[in-house]
């Protein structure tokens, strides 16, 4: 295809502003998918995207469009995942188009994920088209929101595009303002191949599908294929387009956008960001950008079943087929037994692999409360990376490193007052200020990723009654005056139950958990001491009382088979106890007390 008639775009917008509704319909207006074949949200192929509206992993389609200037062109709709958690991926996406389709419900306005993402597309330099969505609720206020899209990207409020993806309204004329705004793809033909990888999604069947977008030079059928940032060589067996299902061709040339079919069955092995080129005509240099994914946010994986074990394992193996960023290794908890120390991108995406494998592969798992990773370094100025709060280091430490993120907020101005409270009280440092309209503000903020971590978007959304927005990325790490808080039963430190806090939040902490403990754990035949200690110190102290349990004495004499019935009932509940020490702990209390509420 001549790269003159292409154009690469994709769509930012928040959840439920409209993004996979809009794509059908521009499915069904390039005729790529018929009004029979057609059903709700095409390209969300995952279930649990489906159920959850969330786009996880994105793809890519491409859309043949005779425009009303007389030219047929070729549009490829690239989309990218919206959360915060990907945003690596979402910039990857991003560096394969020339523009984007800026999508704001017209009732609701634009939201924190929505403004970082347009960050990252300016960043990119991509053309921005506004466009407000569902302008045929009745709750639509389009003009207020055209000024505020105004105000953010600096143009005029009348450049801002009004469609209805629900109805169709509007959404041909957005097309022919990709055509005309979105500049054509630039790269020498002649050149070496390179090709962008922006997704990869293993398929059971076909092995590691992966989507590329092709920069310069030409990438054919049947030849060899290099990655640039492991020199690992492939043998290309299929190259094609998505439209809307695979279509394999002869190849892809500048400033296509197609997928790839190695036979490689790990997504490791074909990593988003890296470079593709020819192997009879390498290119040297790669596109600029690449960086291997790094787990942000570790918690300990446990089957709730112990013979479960080998089975988490499989499943473990299976999803990091398709999950390049999921890393996991064996761990052995007092507490909880064998399970797994697991590293994710973020919050969401350990919530979504925890979701899959229950779902998906039927386990029952308990996981601890997850926590970020520090870099701890000794007197001796040896460094030690803890991933596990159980493995903080004894012995003299100079100093701790967190890792911090730049957040931002938005909200109605009614709750900057709460919003900078609860920033303030999770040890951030405001950095500015925005208001968007005379309702509405931006408000950005250094934070440690342990206090986002820890239920932050839970109490933002409770202090601001469901109205604020939050996005945050990474920007690197800080020293801060952290301790390990031990709590301890019986003088035995309970592993899953260490955290690594805030030195001014060590004491909350230990008064917090030892009070919760005592309520979940059940008396036993002894006293027994609930302690939260850091290093020698007890800081807090909770005591369960002892007991004598005589479960028959409730039987008034006579019924023997009841009181039989009583005595088995007893020894079931004893199987699901966890011994810590000689204490019996029911697994639920393990459970209730790893939640955050
Ligand atoms: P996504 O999360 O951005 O992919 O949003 P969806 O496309 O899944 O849309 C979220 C909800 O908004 C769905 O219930 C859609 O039917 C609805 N929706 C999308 N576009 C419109 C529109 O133009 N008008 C109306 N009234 N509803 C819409
Ligand atoms: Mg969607």
Redesign the pocket.
């Known amino acids: 295809t001549d790269p003159s008639v292409i154009r690469n775009f994709c769509i930012i ?10 794509a059908d319909r521009m499915l069904q207006v390039t005729g790529v998918v018929d009004d029979r074949s057609m059903r709700a ?1 095409y390209l969300d192929r995952m279930d649990i995207e489906r159920e959850r ?3 996880i992993k994105s793809q890519a389609v491409r859309l043949p469009f005779a425009s009303a200037d007389g030219t047929d062109y070729v549009l490829n709709l690239i989309d990218t995942p919206g959360h915060v958690d990907f945003t690596y991926e979402v910039s990857r996406s991003l560096a394969a188009c020339e523009g984007c389709i800026l999508l704001v419900d017209a009732a609701q306005g634009i939201e924190a994920q929505t403004l970082a993402n347009l960050y990252l597309a300016l960043e990119n330099d991509l053309t921005i088209i506004p466009v407000l ?5 009745p709750a639509a206020q389009p003009e207020k929101y055209a000024a505020e899209l105004a105000h953010i990207i600096g143009c005029d409020p009348g450049d801002v595009l009004r ?5 169709g309204v509007g959404v041909s004329e957005l097309l022919e303002e990709v055509v005309r705004q979105v500049p054509a793809p630039t790269g020498r033909a002649e050149g070496p191949a390179r090709a962008l990888i922006f997704d990869s999604v293993y398929d059971a069947y076909r092995g590691v599908v992966t989507y590329v977008r092709v920069v310069d030079g030409h990438l054919s059928k049947r030849e060899r294929i290099l990655m640039l940032s492991t020199k690992a060589t492939h043998e290309m067996l299929e190259v094609g387009v998505i439209s809307p299902e695979p279509v394999p061709g002869d190849g892809l040339g500048v400033g296509e956008v197609g997928y790839l079919i190695t036979g490689v069955k790990d997504v490791r092995q074909s990593k988003v960001g890296d470079t593709v080129t020819s192997v009879s005509k390498p290119a040297t240099e790669m596109l600029g950008g690449y960086k291997d994914p790094r787990p942000m946010v570790f918690s300990g994986l446990y089957p709730l079943d112990g013979d479960d074990f080998s089975n988490l394992r499989e499943a473990l193996e299976k999803l990091q087929l398709n999950d390049a960023a999921l890393v996991w290794e064996p761990e052995t908890s007092a507490a909880l037994g064998f399970g797994f120390r697991c590293g994710f991108l973020g919050l969401l995406h350990l919530e979504i692999v925890r979701e899959r494998l229950e779902r998906e592969f039927k386990l029952d798992l308990i996981s601890t409360a997850p926590n970020v990773v520090y870099r701890v370094v000794m007197d001796d100025g040896s460094e030690r990376i803890v991933t596990n709060p159980s493995e903080f280091p004894g012995g003299k430490i100079a100093e701790i490193h967190e890792p911090v993120v730049r957040s931002t907020i938005l909200a109605p101005t009614e709750f900057v007052g709460a919003i900078m409270e609860l920033c303030q009280t999770r040890r951030g440092t405001l950095l500015g200020m925005d208001y968007l309209s005379e309702d509405r503000v931006e408000i950005k903020y250094t934070l440690p990723l342990a206090e986002i971590v820890f239920d932050f978007f839970d109490q933002l959304k409770s202090r601001t009654r469901g109205y604020a927005s939050l996005d945050y990325e990474p920007t690197g790490e800080q020293v801060s005056q952290l301790v390990k808080v031990d709590i301890l039963l019986q003088g035995e430190a309970v592993d899953a139950f260490s955290a690594i806090v805030h030195t001014d939040k060590a004491y909350a902490y230990g008064v917090d958990m030892t009070k919760k403990l005592r309520e979940l754990i059940p008396r036993q035949q002894f006293e027994v001491p609930i302690q939260a200690a850091v290093g020698a110190r007890v800081i807090a102290r909770e005591n369960i009382r002892a007991i004598r349990k005589d479960v028959l004495a409730k039987c008034y004499g006579g019924d023997i088979t009841r009181k039989r019935k009583l005595l088995e009932k007893q020894k079931e509940g004893k199987k699901r106890m966890k011994m810590v020490g000689r204490v019996e702990v029911p697994q639920e209390a393990f459970i209730a007390a790893l939640s955050t509420d």
């Open positions: 917008a928040h959840i439920d502003h409209g993004k996979s509704t809009l949200q509206g969330i786009t969505n569902k302008i045929d609720l469609v209805s993806a629900k109805t």
